[in-house]
């Protein structure tokens, strides 16, 4: 799809930006006047797929939140790629630098043609000194962030490939065979390379 077209096509309005919001967990039970004010803060950017969203070691300068489409944060060494995360609609990307004025820990790259409000960070800053519901809701987002990466490291430390493998095969979808009732049928979109990629195994006939 064209770039320009689906700039064109896809700017929310300020009430599908508060609805954008309210889909988070950040802001899922925020009152009404402080999901307006953020709508009217944040500003949407269109990314085509493939495109950077944000760089590692970048001075962070928003809090994200994923309208539609999908994006992958990443660290990246020597030409090798680990996945921290992937991030469909509803996620909210960079809480932690956006919060403290750090830099991005992290490559936010999309992997589709995605959308996404961005939240200044001194905005974000001054909300939640504003509104302390907001600054615990960050403080549980980013309780679950610590959890998922020790979770991670675990995986990646303590794991074979082959309990690494098994460990995502069976977090997919499953859905029983029409042939046999009691059987069931993953569905793997990913190729190899991403599956290696988010196992942290890379190369071929590993995973």
């Known amino acids: 799809m064209n770039a320009n077209r689906l700039t064109q096509t896809a700017v929310p309005k300020a009430a599908d930006k508060a609805a954008a919001l309210r889909m988070t967990c950040l802001f899922r039970e925020m009152p009404q006047d402080l999901l307006t004010e953020a709508a009217d803060l944040a500003s949407p950017r269109v990314l085509t797929a493939g495109e950077v969203l944000f760089f590692e070691q970048e001075k962070a300068s928003s809090l994200y939140v994923v309208i539609r489409g999908q994006l992958r944060a990443v660290r990246l060494n020597h030409g090798r790629e680990q996945v921290l995360s992937i991030d469909p609609p509803g996620s909210v990307i960079a809480a932690a630098p956006a919060l403290n004025g750090a830099t ?14 961005c939240l200044p960070s001194s905005h974000f800053v001054e909300l939640c000194r504003r509104h302390p519901a907001l600054l615990w809701s960050t403080a549980e987002l980013l309780a679950r962030i610590v959890r998922n990466q020790a979770d991670l490291i675990e995986m990646l430390a303590l794991q074979s490939v082959a309990q690494r493998v098994a460990r995502y095969l069976l977090g997919l979808p499953q ?5 046999i009732g009691i059987d069931r049928v993953l569905k ?11 196992l942290g195994k890379i190369g071929r006939a590993h995973v």
């Open 188 to 198: 793997v979109n990913s190729t190899q390379a991403e599956m290696a990629s988010r």
């Open 104 to 117: 991005f820990y992290c490559t936010e790259i999309a992997d589709t043609d995605a959308q996404v409000l």
């Open 175 to 179: 859905t029983s065979s029409p042939q």
